[in-house]
């Protein structure tokens, strides 16, 4: 009973195709990403450039930003986030966030 029982979850696993799709339930990778990010970024830095930064660097990795529905002096852990990348300005040194969902809007997460 033991191998039969180890083969169907074989079989399961082997059937996840980790994908937009289930994001959600197995999250992201960046590296998987990267690219399509970069390439995201870059179209929306034509029509708004970034003012006196000479370029950027993307951040290797995601910034998943909590916010609350009221303001109190409690840390709430858990709850609401926005999904971000972020670029680093190579003259200021200036950090710019942006939200993933506007970069990937397929994403499900």
């Not at 994001?23 to 990403?33: K, M, P, R, S, V």
Request: include cysteine.
């Amino acid at each position: 009973m033991y191998q039969g029982l180890k083969k169907l979850c074989t079989d399961i696993i082997e059937k996840i195709n980790y994908d937009e799709r289930n994001a959600a339930l197995w999250g992201i990778d960046f590296e998987d990403y990267k690219e399509e990010i970069l390439e995201a970024l870059h179209k929306k830095l034509l029509l708004n450039p970034i003012a006196g930064e000479g370029g950027f660097d993307l951040v290797e990795g995601f910034f998943n930003t909590p916010f609350q529905d009221k303001l109190v002096h409690k840390i709430y852990l858990g709850g609401k986030t926005v999904p971000m990348v972020a670029i680093v300005g190579n003259l200021t040194g200036s950090i710019h966030f942006f939200a993933l969902k506007q970069l990937l809007p397929r994403l499900v997460f």
